[in-house]
């Protein structure tokens, strides 16, 4: 009786727009999200957890109630365990039947909801956690008495003691200020460790077992053992037992293999600088934030998250993106301001930051000091611990494939419903018996609904994954099979991906006064002759030396290597503690310096596009020395230093497909200290060297891997960080670009101060750029198209990713137009690339995305897939690239699938419901950009 009045239908309430049947209290609370903030529950009981984050979810109070609780253990014995069962699949029904709603700072039971899609519940108890006994708190320690700090604000006074819950694995205290649970430190989360529990067999088991299906499973076998079908629930059985068999297996194989991985770091011996107790040797576990990390020269795997504040790092971290390259941290700059250290770094935040899991291969400290870190995150909160509870918790999958199997379910269901009525009026106006009729009648839904139809799934998904892994791919998503043949957009990377891991270097082209002198080819084994340029070459690089070899970025190595300069450890334990030493080789072509000492690298960064170092000449001047795209570059160089051919010149280098490099160098007045420069300060009023020509080649495997996916009808798209001229070059190479298709370059551009962008199309040609420059040819975002006069011929927009910024910001309705015929975008920084992903998700795109570096990891946040850190993955085609080759492969699939269509007039990829859509442009300019398509 109270759970029939409990599931009674009292009303339809809503929030944010979904239908919640609810009754009574337990969903007037939830009527709104204003309603819930205040009114008969408290100003308290719903707030939001992890604010602004991706694991943003909602929390509601509650408190157990005596008599509901007891009425629901009524429940539990009367019906046999099934209410329990119900109660585990629907954990919000527990809750809202055991507790009452109240505010979250009484509350007893947190009901957790996530803000996503799927808007999935789960509950957590409340605890509290005593610091009395913890004889290094004292109620007259600083960090207690500071009336600011956050911990002040999250234990109770006087007894000492602190309101928790833990969700995935981080532990939330409530602040009694702001009122709302929040993150602290490790009196909170506990120690500095990231523990990942082997899953008893059992568990596994049983968790298994209480799947719906499996639950119906077991009804219709006992039903059919109840008619005497032997033979059939036997085969049923054993097809079952086999099944639940792989799964546990699979799992508990996983839930090992994890546990190893994480296992070994826990307990890494450590050097810590504290206080009262100076520098002490300890096991990593009891790091907290704030300590004074020692990092000697030695290798050392780090236990947690450190900001750089002394010294230099030289880093591997293959774990977190999958590139073996080492990787250059530089210590935090000093700066007076009072804002964030984060927020002064701007993009640049991440070359401070030691992270959690990778390997510190050298660490040089400033003269005889060894390179220190202060501790900023430990345990789960860490980058590695990230990593670990996105494996251990992944996020939702919301495939239209199970959406629509469901969907089928449940329509078998209906029919199964109309059988039963039928089936019991039939036997029973034939005097059958009434247990005769139950059992005829419960059957009709073993028949209408396949038992066996987890089984066969399960079965079927572990078969394709050893096909797979047998062809040297590797998912880690194994429910994304199913729906990897609905993929009908792949996003390439370039340098790569699609061309090879190396450049051969092709030329220096110098600019003398107002233009530029003749191109200097490289041949093999002569020299760069000396000056400004090779000064550059030899200096501006993130190279280091291991174990005796130059290791660092194919680029930067080419670009050494044609120098046939050295480079040396400095042994000096002054100022050049830890400079890199760089002198001329044997082979080198004659200098007037002995060599020079890299003082301070400003690191490449893809959102910045540059680099820059500080070098010091062995008893000579300072100089500074930038290398970046030539767009970037020119913006830090005096006017008159570059020629006004330097646009021209550009073009003419990238449209033949090379890859070009601008240098940039000053020399610092005497007597300026280089160790407090900023980083604006180094980077201006340069004067611009030149161009170094690079050449890329095309793999051999990617002409015909995306001629065999266009065969297939998946589209092909090139998302570079690259120039756009070389980038179409490419694309023409590979063949997403077909001859005889024209190339429209679509530029967008925004002033500060003025409301409206501008917007212009250019025509590209495979030889020459037909320069649009006419009034006609430029429109304001108040409408317009492209020029008229295309014809009826293919053709493809291209576009910057500042363009693209500036048409997502000024032109959105435009930008699906665009995108169904854009091709190749450059210059794209990692958050770009993401973005445009999800617009292409939102025109209903089955999208994959294939890279090769840290640049692509940032999409794989926009699929919500947790990627493993090296290894190949589910690739579009098993011989689209050599299995040596690390690959970051995404798939992703949208709430509209895009069946197999003949061609659309708009575009022959084009989803239909973008097809239906109507047109934001007028028709003119609508018959101007589709010249095929009706309005």
Not at 79 to 94: E, M, N, T
Not at 643 to 655: E, H
Not at 693 to 698: A, P, T, V
Request: charged share 20%.
């Amino acid at each position: 009786v109270y759970l029939a009045g409990f599931l009674g239908m009292k009303g339809e309430p809503r929030l944010q727009g979904r239908p919640h049947r609810l009754c009574g209290t337990a969903w007037q609370h939830l009527r709104s999200p204003k309603a819930s903030m205040g009114g008969r529950h408290g100003e308290n009981h719903r707030t939001l957890l992890n604010e602004g984050e991706e694991a943003e979810m909602e929390t509601f109070g509650y408190k157990t109630h005596g008599f509901r609780r007891a009425l629901c253990i009524a429940g539990y014995i009367l019906s046999c365990g099934i209410l329990l069962l119900v109660f585990y699949w629907k954990p919000a029904w527990d809750v809202w039947a055991n507790c009452v709603p109240c505010d979250l700072q009484e509350a007893d039971v947190v009901l957790l909801r996530t803000t996503d899609e799927f808007h999935m519940y789960s509950w957590k108890k409340v605890t509290w956690i005593s610091l009395s006994s913890l004889d290094y708190i004292r109620r007259d320690s600083a960090v207690v008495a500071d009336e600011s700090s956050l911990l002040n604000r999250v234990v109770r006074k006087p007894d000492l003691k602190v309101r928790c819950i833990q969700v995935q694995k981080i532990r939330y205290a409530w602040d009694l200020a702001a009122s709302r649970f929040q993150k602290v430190g490790k009196l909170i989360c506990g120690p500095n460790t990231i523990e990942v529990e082997i899953t008893p067999i059992w568990k596994l088991l049983v968790k298994e077992v209480l799947n719906l299906f499996y639950v119906f499973q077991l009804f219709s076998v006992c039903l059919w053992l109840a008619e005497d079908y032997i033979e059939y629930s036997v085969a049923i059985v054993l097809m079952s037992l086999l099944s639940m068999a792989l799964t546990v297996y699979d799992l508990r194989k996983q839930s090992v293999k994890l546990h190893r991985l994480v296992e070994s770091h826990n307990s890494v011996p450590v050097k810590v600088c504290r206080r009262q107790a100076g520098l002490q040797a300890m096991e990593s576990r009891h790091l907290v934030p704030g300590d004074l990390l020692v990092l000697e020269r030695g290798r050392l795997m780090l236990p947690c998250d450190a900001i750089l504040i002394s010294g230099v790092c030289i880093v591997n971290e293959g774990m977190l993106t999958g590139e073996s390259i080492p990787v250059t941290k530089t210590c935090l700059p000093r700066d007076n301001g009072q804002q964030p250290w984060q927020a002064s770094c701007a993009d640049d935040y991440r070359r401070h930051v030691l992270f959690c899991g990778t390997q510190i291969i050298q660490a040089k400290g400033d003269g005889r000091e060894p390179a220190k870190a202060v501790v900023l995150r430990t345990g789960f909160n860490t980058a590695k611990g990230d990593l670990v509870r996105s494996i251990l918790y992944p996020k939702p999958m919301n495939f239209r494939l199970y959406r629509d199997a469901i969907r089928f379910l449940m329509f078998l269901i209906g029919i199964a419903g109309i059988g039963m009525v039928y089936t019991v009026c039939v036997f029973a106006l034939n005097g059958e018996a009434a247990g005769e009729v139950v059992k005829k009648a419960l059957d009709v839904i073993t028949i209408a609904v396949p038992p066996a139809l987890p089984a066969a799934l399960t079965s079927g998904i572990i078969y394709t994954q050893r096909r797979l892994k047998r062809k040297g791919i590797f998912c880690i998503s194994p429910q994304r099979i199913n729906v990897c043949g609905q993929l009908n957009l792949i996003c390439f990377d370039k340098t790569g991906t699609l061309t090879e891991d190396g450049l051969d270097l092709w030329g220096l082209v110098l600019a003398k006064g107002q233009s530029f002198q003749n191109a200097c080819s490289f041949s093999p084994g002569s020299p760069v002759p000396w000056g400004p340029a090779c000064g550059a070459m030899v200096s501006c690089h993130s190279l280091v030396l291991l174990d005796g070899q130059v290791q660092g970025d194919p680029l930067d190595l080419k670009m050494f290597e044609a120098t046939h300069w050295e480079i040396e450890e400095s042994k000096d334990d002054g100022e050049l503690a830890c400079a890199m030493i760089v002198k001329p080789g044997p082979k080198a072509s004659h200098a007037p310096i002995r060599g020079m000492a890299i003082l301070h690298q400003f690191p490449f960064s893809s959102a910045l596009q540059r680099m820059s170092v500080i070098v010091q000449e062995f008893s000579g001047d300072h100089h500074i020395f930038m290398k970046g795209a030539p767009e970037r570059v020119t913006h830090f160089c005096h006017p008159n230093s570059v020629p006004p051919s330097f646009t021209s010149q550009l073009q003419f280098y990238t449209s033949r497909g090379f890859r070009v490099i601008a240098l940039a160098h000053k020399t610092l007045p005497a007597g300026m200290p280089a160790a407090s420069l900023t980083r604006e300060d180094v980077e201006s009023n340069l004067t611009f060297l030149g161009f170094l020509i690079l050449e890329n080649r095309l793999k051999r495997e990617t002409r015909p891997v995306l001629e065999e996916l266009t065969a297939a009808r998946i589209r092909n798209v090139m998302v570079t960080g690259d120039n756009i001229q070389t980038a179409i070059t490419v694309a023409r190479e590979a063949g997403m670009i077909l001859p005889g298709s024209r190339v429209i370059l679509v530029e967008a551009s925004a002033q500060v101060g003025r409301p409206l962008a501008s917007i212009t199309w250019k025509l590209v040609e495979e030889s020459k750029i037909d320069r649009c420059s006419g009034p006609e040819d430029r429109h304001s975002a108040l409408g317009g198209g492209p020029p008229s006069g295309l014809g009826s011929s293919p053709f493809h927009f291209c576009m910057s990713g500042s363009s693209y910024e500036v048409i997502t910001q000024s032109f959105g309705h435009l930008l699906p137009k665009l995108l169904l015929n854009g091709t190749v975008f450059a210059r794209m920084s990692p958050a770009q690339k993401a973005s445009l992903v999800q617009e292409f998700q939102k025109m209903d795109y089955f999208v994959g995305m294939c890279g090769d570096g840290a640049n692509d990891c940032g999409v794989s946040g926009v699929f919500k897939l947790a990627a493993l850190p090296t290894g190949p993955a589910v690739a579009p085609s098993p011989r689209s690239f050599p299995p040596t080759i690390p690959l970051l492969i995404s798939i992703h699939s949208l709430d509209i699938p895009l069946p197999l269509l003949p061609p659309c007039p708009i575009h022959s990829w084009c989803p239909p419901s973008i097809a239906a859509r109507p047109s934001p442009l007028p028709p003119q300019t609508y018959s101007a950009i589709f010249p095929s398509s009706p309005v």
